[in-house]
């Protein structure tokens, strides 16, 4: 009837030992320098003779050092406060950059979407990549370097009828509008409709070889159509437009 709680009482000591194990390692990932690592280390070792001594029975020698071991860890924030406050300072901004960077993408969703609604508004053809994970310059030709903020007013500004550059493709790296007026590649798919404009055509060929995203806006009936893969999602409204490259793009492309 004595072994259960033997038992119970030796896990509950064991679970207490591998969490103050784990403080120790987290408190590792904060810290750096040479001092905080031999500190760390000292304190493991002493976390491991405390274990043994328990596992012993000598009693009086694991209390003395489960002592010093609470104490130390009092010790070890007061040594090394500025270093903690540092390193979740850091945290702090990490997230706060990442707060940014979905901040930045939805902008730019926001300034892609306006420009394809004025642009189909209006029934002029537009057709806009959106690089992903998969570099695209080895598929595109000729354009016009650019390296420009993307905004809806540049964008509607290209596929002007009077613009030099309105029959080429609008290119999106890295946050940036790179280039315009750019050739792509057309879909040699026997299986693709012989109706489809040049520019869906175009739009599909790319996305057969990248895993980039196209914005394609019809000049014969101004409806909006996304390109991923291959595949061409049509007649996108205002809300499923915005929804949809939402899913499709990632703050890590456009960073």
Request: hydrophobic share 50%; glycine share 6%; net charge neutral.
């Amino acid at each position: 009837m004595t072994e259960f709680p033997q038992n119970l009482s030796l896990i509950l000591q064991t679970l207490d030992i591998a969490l103050a194990a784990f403080v120790i390692y987290r408190l590792s990932l904060l810290i750096n320098g040479a001092l905080a690592v031999r500190i760390l280390a000292s304190l493991s070792l002493l976390l491991i003779f405390s274990m043994a001594a328990r596992l012993a029975g000598l009693h009086t020698v694991h209390l003395l050092l489960k002592a010093v071991i609470a104490s130390s860890f009092v010790a070890l924030v007061v040594i090394f406060q500025t270093d903690i406050r540092l390193a979740f300072a850091t945290m702090n901004r990490g997230r706060q950059g990442k707060e940014r960077e979905v901040e930045e993408v939805d902008s730019i969703i926001e300034e892609l979407a306006t420009a394809a609604e004025s642009l189909a508004g209006r029934q002029i053809g537009a057709l806009i990549v959106i690089e992903r994970s998969m570099s695209i310059d080895n598929f595109i030709a000729v354009g016009t370097d650019i390296d420009a903020k993307v905004t809806s007013e540049l964008i509607s500004s290209i596929f002007l009828p009077y613009s030099p550059i309105h029959d080429g493709a609008v290119i999106i790296q890295k946050g940036k509008l790179t280039r315009a007026g750019c050739f792509l590649p057309l879909t040699q798919n026997p299986d693709i409709s012989k109706n489809l404009g040049t520019r869906h055509r175009a739009a599909i060929g790319l996305t057969e070889l990248v895993d980039a995203v196209v914005l394609v806006v019809s000049e014969e009936t101004g409806s909006i159509s996304l390109v991923v893969g291959g595949h061409k999602s049509d007649d996108l409204d205002s809300i499923t437009l915005r929804k949809v490259l939402r899913k499709l793009i990632e703050p890590r492309w456009l960073s």
